[in-house]
């Protein structure tokens, strides 16, 4: 209450003086008159303002608390949800998850009986050994290829007429030429000398020295032969395509190469294609088929373990995501809690304010109308009337009750509704940990 915008609403001086100039009260007068009634009245009407405001923001809070109560009897019935739907919602994943494992470890089973079967077709005893990863077999013949391609391109640009850029065509396409059928007949072919069918070791070391005089020597010597007799008139493409000198009369004219630098493209190609043959029969386990029947074997495995593994990550989300969402809700309440003391709390304070200005009202009154009586006989002609002596008669005002917040506030998670509810997802999710071991083991 504004006791001070009371006072000044009263004007008590200026009601002293008009009184004061009529002689009101009249000296006989023996009681206090209307002016003294009305600066009473004035004051009890402030007091009942205030109670009135007073009951109306207690009637608020109630409705705010009311608001509270219903928001969180939402959240503690999804608390109370939390842990079943979560069991549900696992389950779910857990037999999906679980039927697809099951499909896979089907599948390898069978891999794993066509392994045992080659192994014992092929009398292999040994586990299968080849690159877990191929990046070096494409490596090495990366290099190979860029590394001939670069010293050949060089030494036949030396008579080439379009110079370094035909050079160094060309002689991509010889290196090619070279060492890609090399790492293929190391691949496919050479590694066939380890099989158990004499057949098939016969026929591809046969296969394999054909490879060897035509391609690893005749074709490394052709480019040495052509490179010697180069036509400096003629492009290289005219060059290797009419070299008939190199077949006219072998031995001799194979072997008709002078000069260091065809000696050189010779050697290295010689070299390089025999470094890709190796390379080739590396690139898979050194008999034929045992590394790919390993392999699917392997990747079978490795789809189970990233199942399992996808499994326990999208189960261990879920369960944080169900916790999460019970922490919430139980922050909702709990926020919901302070708040609605807070509320009581500014209640109770409203009423000690009130019941403090009844006191300063009461102290007030008096203080004005003594006021009222000093300046209204100070003005009169007449004599004052005798009550103005007196100490002022205390404002009679009868105190309302103030309403309560009669709010039903036991349903607040009185069970402990959310821990309840993460301990029971931890134990769920406990056990379906448990199921899913125990299932794919």
């Not at 896979?104 to 990863?133: C, G, T, V, W």
């Not at 065509?169 to 590694?191: E, S």
């Not at 990233?306 to 309440?333: A, C, G, R, W």
Request: proline residues 2%.
């Amino acid at each position: 209450m504004n006791i001070e915008e009371v006072v000044e609403k009263l004007e008590v001086n200026k009601l002293a003086i008009a009184a004061a100039n009529d002689n009101f009260p009249p000296t006989k007068s023996t009681n206090p008159d209307s002016n003294e009634d009305g600066i009473k009245q004035s004051f009890i009407d402030a007091l009942y303002s205030e109670q009135k405001d007073i009951n109306s923001k207690i009637d608020d809070y109630k409705n705010l608390i009311t608001e509270r109560i219903q928001e969180s009897k939402k959240s503690i019935e999804i608390g109370a949800k939390a842990a079943k739907n979560f069991s549900h919602a696992a389950s779910a994943l857990k037999t999906q998850k679980l039927n697809d494992l099951k499909r896979l470890k089907d599948i390898l089973k069978i891999k794993k009986n066509d392994l045992e079967m080659f192994k014992n077709d092929h009398q292999l005893e040994r586990s299968a050994s080849y690159p877990q990863s191929m990046t070096k077999i494409w490596g090495i013949l990366g290099v190979l290829l860029a590394v001939e391609t670069a010293l050949n391109g060089n030494i036949l640009a030396q008579k080439a007429a379009g110079g370094y850029a035909e050079g160094l065509g060309l002689a991509l396409i010889i290196a090619a030429i070279n060492v890609i059928p090399a790492f293929m007949v190391g691949k496919f072919i050479y590694i066939h000398i380890w099989h158990i069918s004499k057949f098939r070791k016969i026929a591809c070391t046969f296969l394999s020295i054909i490879w060897f005089f035509l391609f690893s020597i005749g074709w490394n010597l052709f480019v040495a032969h052509t490179r010697s007799h180069m036509d400096l008139g003629a492009s290289l493409g005219e060059n290797i395509t009419g070299n008939q000198k190199f077949f006219s009369d072998p031995p001799v004219s194979l072997f008709d190469i002078s000069g260091m630098d065809s000696w050189t493209l010779l050697f290295v190609g010689f070299i390089f294609s025999i470094i890709a043959l190796i390379d080739g029969v590396n690139s898979d386990d050194h008999y034929f088929g045992y590394g790919k029947v390993d392999k699917q074997v392997k990747a079978v495995e490795e789809d189970i373990k990233e199942d399992i593994n996808e499994l326990t990550v999208e189960l261990d989300k879920l369960k944080k995501t169900y916790e999460k969402d019970v922490d919430s809700n139980e922050q909702t309440v709990k926020a919901a809690k302070n708040t609605i003391a807070k509320y009581h709390a500014s209640r109770d304070m409203l009423i000690r304010i009130f019941e403090n200005d009844v006191d300063s009202v009461k102290g007030q009154a008096k203080i004005q109308i003594k006021n009222y009586r000093q300046i209204n006989a100070q003005k009169r002609e007449d004599e004052p009337p005798k009550f103005f002596k007196k100490e002022p008669v205390a404002l009679s005002f009868k105190k309302i009750v103030f309403k309560k917040i009669d709010t039903d506030e036991s349903e607040l998670d009185p069970n402990n509704t959310f821990s309840d509810a993460k301990l029971s997802i931890a134990k769920e999710f406990d056990q379906l940990n448990s199921e899913i071991i125990e299932k794919i083991s």
